[in-house]
């Protein structure tokens, strides 16, 4: 029987959730990034009280990317989340995300309301 559960003390609109690796995520309207190792929630600090619009995943790198609406695109590892250096994207509505391999090289498409992005990504 599928279960809701309680994010940040209480009832949240949850518009992403993600586990990467042992970590769940939730991405909440207008309340940022959330993550939950063992049995508590917490606010991830480092990326503002935004919405979050999605996940994407890069495993064999270990890194969560997170699209923002209007605050651009982060990139987290277990430990901390930073932003992408991309100016274009920095104040970007970012909804969705797509990690693919083209020719041997890795791209991040990150869709937005001017279309769609394309980011090389290194190992």
Request: hydrophobic content about 45%; some cysteine; aromatic content about 12%.
């Amino acid at each position: 029987t599928p279960q809701s559960e309680t994010v940040a003390a209480h009832q949240e609109n949850v518009w992403a959730v993600a586990q990467f690796p042992d970590t769940l995520y939730a991405g909440l309207h207008n309340r940022g990034l959330y993550k939950k190792a063992g049995a508590t929630w917490a606010r991830v600090s480092a990326l503002p009280e935004v919405t979050i619009f999605n996940f994407g995943l890069l495993v064999w790198q270990e890194h969560l990317y997170v699209s923002t609406y209007g605050s651009g695109l982060y990139r987290c590892t277990a430990v901390a989340c930073a932003p992408l250096p991309n100016p274009g994207l920095a104040t970007a509505a970012l909804r969705g995300l797509a990690v693919a391999e083209v020719s041997g090289q890795t791209y991040l498409y990150a869709a937005s309301d001017d279309g769609v992005w394309r980011l090389p990504l290194t190992p």
